[in-house]
């Protein structure tokens, strides 16, 4: 049984920065997809940032050059470092991972995770 477990989200006001956590707990294979996820109301649910057992990263462009993904090994817990923030970011994050992509699927497609965790709110607002 995996368990993923968000924290860090809060207000910020534009410009300002915030970190994310997601500690996670269970089996993991060798092989796997980690990533964040968010989705604002009447919104579809989007990927922002995933990084792979490798270390490997694919971002979404709308957060290239503000947003980082990076993981801790030692410590199972992923994070996603959110700098020069918009209100446009503003939105329910989610932590997910998975053990393999389908065959020309996308790393940052919702649909191709298994497990989630329950959601971080983030607000970006003056």
């Known amino acids: 049984q995996v368990q993923l477990v968000e924290s860090g989200g809060g207000s910020v006001q534009p410009g300002g920065s915030l970190r994310l956590s997601c500690a996670a707990f269970g089996y993991f294979p060798s092989s796997y997809y980690m990533g964040w996820f968010r989705q604002a109301p009447g919104k579809e649910r989007e990927g922002v940032a995933v990084?792979?057992?490798?270390?490997?990263?694919r971002d979404a462009d709308s957060v290239k050059g503000r947003f980082s993904i990076s993981k801790d090994n030692a410590k199972n817990t992923l994070y996603l470092q959110m700098n020069s923030m918009k209100p446009e970011d503003t939105a329910m994050y989610y932590c997910?991972?998975?053990?393999?992509?389908?065959?020309?699927?996308?790393?940052?497609?919702?649909?191709?995770?298994?497990?989630w965790g329950q959601g971080t709110q983030v607000t970006v607002s003056s």
């Open positions: 997910a991972a998975t053990w393999q992509v389908s065959y020309g699927g996308s790393w940052l497609q919702a649909d191709e995770y298994k497990y």
């Open positions: 990084i792979d057992s490798d270390g490997s990263v």
